[in-house]
């Protein structure tokens, strides 16, 4: 062939946690087991979650399936998904973990994927979510809902001021 052709590498993105090993944060899950302890401690665990990396799970789903003359099925396909749960009261959580082994506890067939907490939060508005819920499993369940997900998902940033938690939105926002 002659004349120029299009360049067609591919570059893929480097991945944003690439020393992962799928372990829990130390310091997360000891704000996650004070807060168990302490309910009052939820500012802390908040803004311990809001700096960590989460891991969302994907499950596969079934899609469509074609039957031979016998009534057999030959031909499936799956599709991957996030996970969300409906909670007793109608509202939908997005599912996340702190580490593989707690995510195996939920599911072990579960593929985890990597992500920061505002990129979690953003994908639960996204999905219609009410909330982010952090080990559903154990030891330590943590739900992020409301202000505190929609601050989350916007980058926001929470401080402490006069012995209270505020959020502090960037400049120019």
Request: net charge negative; no cysteine; glycine share 8%.
């Amino acid at each position: 062939m002659s004349g120029s052709q299009p360049n067609l590498e591919r570059i893929l993105a480097a991945p944003a946690f690439p020393d992962d090993t799928g372990d829990a944060d130390p310091g997360v899950m000891a704000a996650l087991a004070a807060h168990d302890g302490d309910p009052t401690s939820y500012p802390l665990a908040l803004r311990a979650l809001q700096a960590s990396r989460l891991l969302a799970p994907v499950v596969a789903l079934l899609g469509e399936v074609e039957y031979d003359e016998h009534g057999l099925a030959h031909d499936k396909t799956s599709d991957m998904a996030a996970v969300l749960l409906t909670g007793r009261d109608g509202r939908l959580a997005l599912l996340t973990f702190t580490s593989l082994e707690t995510m195996r506890r939920w599911n072990p067939e579960a593929r985890p994927v990597p992500v920061a907490t505002q990129l979690a939060a953003q994908s639960a508005l996204q999905n219609d979510a009410a909330a982010l819920l952090v080990d559903v499993a154990g030891p330590h369940s943590f739900v992020i809902e409301g202000d505190d997900l929609q601050a989350v998902a916007r980058g926001w940033t929470l401080a402490g001021v006069g012995g209270r938690a505020a959020w502090i939105r960037p400049a120019g926002e």
